[in-house]
């Protein structure tokens, strides 16, 4: 049997687009012979579609998407992901399905294990199969399939995989056919892989996984859709942030090949980078929006996000204003020109410092008296983010966010100045980490200028001002946070690990107290174990240890 | 049996604090006779933490705190709620329990049915209890004693009552303890004493329920802590909003007296009046800030922020400005100054024009020739904005957000702009509601002018500007969005209600594209049954019909 993998990009209710997409992938796979063309969860109306699911047209839509395909697709054997009702009072009102079309056959299978992935809190609104297990039957194979959740380990043996395949076992299917729509972060390609392969050699059956392409707002979804066959081997990969329909011979499955893997996994940079590009990308195409602005300071951040931009949307696209005030140095200013010329985007230069004082004269009468604090320090970071805002409102651009990691973990940000923007680019990237992009980004040519990437970090917002004058090293800073965030690990425990308790207790206090901030942010693009955002609830009113 | 109920005001994390308040009510209670004092739930860490709850040295502070109220209540028998750890590989690494401490006794009770509130994702954290269900044996009763959600109707019939006691009442309980931890909404007074006394009335048990009191970020609760006799009446109610301890004989329980209930609820109003009051009252309180800052611009919004704040945290710790620009009316800035003197909080006036003159010379090189539009509108509050957050830096005033939720709803707000503030006051308040809600202050005497409460609408960000000029009127306008946000009904559903279906569409277009403001918006004080927040989940990428 010839299985088409289709891996594609959803935009989130626009049925008449996925309908299409579907459609067309399907005859595509048909003329090239495929028995059968299986999408990813949900497909129909992309994942993930969070309280749009509680609306009653939302789901009529879904409803008609299914009736659209199955008449377009009438001779074409297709999986594809739907939310189904469920009447049953006293039950959440949806099931989660893999529905198999087929001329006029239409046979369901609902999703069993409805997960607790902050990501995407499926138990809201999916109940789970109480279905007595059943296969597909087609083209002379018996075909176990499942979505989602139903191929992780629900055992509680880490080593040992149990889920659903267990029970479809004893139904003696001779494959598996996974639905899937698993979100990306820079360590999931080797684990998703490593968790599939163990359910392949527990139960030496083939195993197909169908995932979806592009960004959702905040979460990527990196495809690389797969095939193993029943030793264990990937004998197809679908690539990485691209739509791809791909052609697998089941009969390829069943031989026990000692090949290679064909799956092969970029390192970390490339991932995030690639993930980045695919982010802001699909930020503007489903939402429509075709121009970004960019407020860029000379510094690495801001920098970065640029450079994005320009790959993502084209550098026609993009425009960047340079905002310097009476404490920027020259080199802030040249290496921003450079950066934008090297980039070829238009940059135009507006200087500060006639609204700072226009500020400073209205309000003289209240603030007499009193030092220069960091009052005047976000009066210029908020003045930028007015005018980036003007040019915005004006010419219809999206402001991005060009926060990174670090500083949105400590607060080193100044709320409604630099924090402002619709998409957050950068915000789960580590500064440790944007350098290493930065790197990655010159590896065959000096596009971010090496000056950028080499001098003192400085927020400019006083004379002299170095990030180091109030922070610890980003390298350490970066090592502590890592610990705190992505792993919750305690202050002593972090401190056990040998670093010194003055500083973690100082960073984590600057984590906690600065909650306020983060609840005020634009969506993050996610490429981290654990970014900021949903993923993470901490309390804003809390007393922290 | 004396069983003494403490109703308290946690705060999440602050466990010195909250150890004393637990000691403090035990030994009063104790001393006023009672034979057991019961807590409400997590009542050592105060509900509900949230990720905290993923921190070692945060749970290791739990474990703290019920070894010290074990130790200083030796003598008197309490029901504390607390996590424990759950040591099972590949289950949930906690159990949400209430322990019973006497002397060198510790028995304990943990949660059965953990709920998928999307308030709280308590499934994130907790395992469910697989113990065998037992009671607690004390003074000659025979005790179930059951968590939160426990009490919640588990059972597909809506009618018939079906939880936790029914598996309890096969060990022949003689009543009914529930520590629990139930959030306010206007609604849920009534709906909570409704399900509960389903309990009683089903199991013919007395039921005693206590609730913690005070806000926790957004989220209140009431307190309305209960004593239900066997025969569903409510013998004791505690109040509303406070803190309380109360000694109930359970004899009186048991006697099928036909009275009166005890717990009376106030009007809609006056639930949400005094819900507000704790909420900006406990912000401060619980993070430690003192004074309060608010842009009062003479219409209706900032008046009920201004008055909340000052009935909060006293008129002599609230600070309001004045921000006129050359589109305010002179009716604006004298009833500003009328509240302000009314309300005895200081108030001072920076006039915005010279400001925005200055953004206007330096943004003339780019905007030459375009006509003024919401770019000169949103500046004007963005100004606001600026000024106000540089008296917040100066001074360590909090700025108090004043949007209201239609506006909320439908973008009628300046993101960076009046869209600034660290607490959302009216931010779960229809524009119909702050209407009766300032007549609900005003019932007995003029606080909010009544010019204020009584002239049309508008933001004044260009000459004659009416809210209702690109908005229907507010009466309309809520009714809709009640439907779609609070019931998420459908376009359709909504103009089969007699709604004119141009106005319900236009209406629900404008909710949904702003969906990128709400995500930027300070924590909203929860007082209706779907606040925006954790609870409305809508992607800002995605396609609306």
Known sequence: MKIALAQLNYCIGNFEQNTKKIIGAALKAKADGADLVVFSELSVCGYFPFDCLEF???IDNCQKALDEIAEKCFDIPVLVGAPLRNDIEGQKPLFNAAIFLYQNQRQVFKKKYIGDNPLFDERKYFEPSHDEEH??????????????????????????????????????????????????DYTMPR?????????????????IMVNQVG??????????SMAFASNGYIDTALPFFEEAVKIVNTDNLFINRASEDRLVIPEKMSLIHDA???????YFQKMGFKNAIIGLSGGLDSALVTYFAAKAIGSENVRVVLLPSQFSTDHSVSDAVALAEKLGVRYDTVAIKPIFD??????KPYF???PFDVTEENLQARIRGVILMAFSNKFGNVLLNTSNKSEASVGYGTLYGDMCGGLSVIGDVYKSEAYELSRYINRNEEIIPWHTIE????AELRPGQKDSDSLPDYSLLDQILYQYIECSKSAEEIIAQGFERAVVERTIKMVNRNEFKRHQVAPILRVSPRAFGSERLIPIVAKFS
Chains 1, 2 share one sequence.
Do not use: C
Request: glycine fraction near 6%.
């Open 135 to 184: 296969l597909l039957d087609w083209a002379g194979h018996h075909i176990a399939v499942t979505l989602g959740d139903d191929l992780a380990n629900h055992g509680i043996d880490p080593i040992l995989m149990e889920n659903k395949v267990d029970e479809l076992k004893k139904l003696n299917p001779d494959m598996v056919i996974a639905l899937a729509a698993s979100a990306f």
């Open 455 to 458: 001098k003192a970090p400085s």
């Open 358 to 363: 226009s500020f400073d004269t209205a309000l």
């Open 368 to 370: 007499e008296g009193r």
């Open 56 to 58: 009653d047209d939302f």
């Open 191 to 207: 684990y998703r892989s490593n968790v599939l392969r163990q359910t392949v050699l527990k139960h030496e059956l083939p195993l």
């Open 276 to 282: 980045l590009v695919i982010g802001v990308r699909d």
């Open 215 to 224: 960004a959702q707002t905040h979460l990527i979804f990196d495809g690389e």
